[in-house]
């Protein structure tokens, strides 16, 4: 299979993120530049962590009118797994392929730390190596990191299974401790937490190789049996 890892004019992780898939599965990772109008030749597509075209008017605002983000609409149609990962969830966001908002931390304060999560659910293509109830460690590095949503979006994530971590010690006031959630068709995901700065020991931990290995598990099936 093949992944793009997409970059944006301020985008900051995308090395991280492609040296870390290339890492976990061995597969070709393309840095794919922001004005790219088609994604059809990929398997997989990653937004990673930034700050993206330098979060002005808000995070993510300005990223959702670059022509690529047309491409991963249409890709996400397809069925393809989509993650964003910090910006790239608030792209996401912006750009409607996920709901709520990404707000000022509560506490209007960067933190940088690792953060214990719950897995909230196994059932998507990026958490199906994990266990539902399964508390693992993954670094966050965020201002702009807080989930607000209106109380009927809040009540349908978790009534449809889409919330997919949660924070054990919420560290910037997300509404229901949300670190990650779902699209309806639960190929989208996005998340504050940066699984790519966990997969070396060194690191830290090493709990976000699962979610790489998962994708690529979830694509690899697809294609046997297509």
């Known amino acids: ?3 793009a890892v997409v970059v944006f004019p301020g985008s900051n992780c995308d ?4 040296q870390a898939i290339r890492l976990v599965t061995g597969d070709p990772v393309d840095l794919v530049w922001h004005d790219a109008a088609d994604l059809s030749a990929y ?10 075209y330098g979060d002005y008017l ?20 397809r069925g393809k797994p989509v993650l964003g990962i910090c910006n790239g969830f608030q792209i996401l966001t912006e750009a409607g392929l996920l709901p709520g908002a990404l707000l000022h931390n509560e506490h ?11 897995v909230e659910t196994n ?25 607000h949503a209106e109380p009927g979006v809040l009540e349908a994530l978790r009534r449809e299974d889409r919330v997919a971590f949660r924070y054990v010690d919420n560290p910037n006031g997300s509404a229901d401790d949300i670190a990650g959630i779902l699209s309806a068709r639960r190929n989208v995901l996005g998340l504050m937490p940066h699984p790519e700065r966990a997969v070396i020991e060194w690191m830290g931990s090493e709990d976000g190789i699962r979610m790489f290995q ?12 297509a």
Not at 15 to 18: K, L, N, P, T, Y
Not at 108 to 118: D, G, H, N
């Open 1 to 3: 299979m093949r992944w």
């Open 15 to 18: 090395r991280d993120a492609e």
């Open 43 to 52: 398997d997989a597509i990653v937004l990673p962590g930034g700050f993206s």
């Open 58 to 77: 808000r995070a993510g605002a300005i990223a959702r009118f670059s022509p690529v983000v047309s491409a991963i609409a249409r890709e996400a149609e």
């Open 108 to 118: 209007l304060q960067f933190r940088c730390e690792v953060a214990a999560l719950r």
């Open 123 to 147: 059932d998507s293509p990026f958490t199906r190596l994990y266990e539902r109830g399964e508390v693992i460690r993954i670094p966050i590095a965020h201002g702009e990191g807080r989930f």
């Open 214 to 225: 998962s994708i690529r598990a979830h694509v690899e099936e697809g294609l046997t049996h």
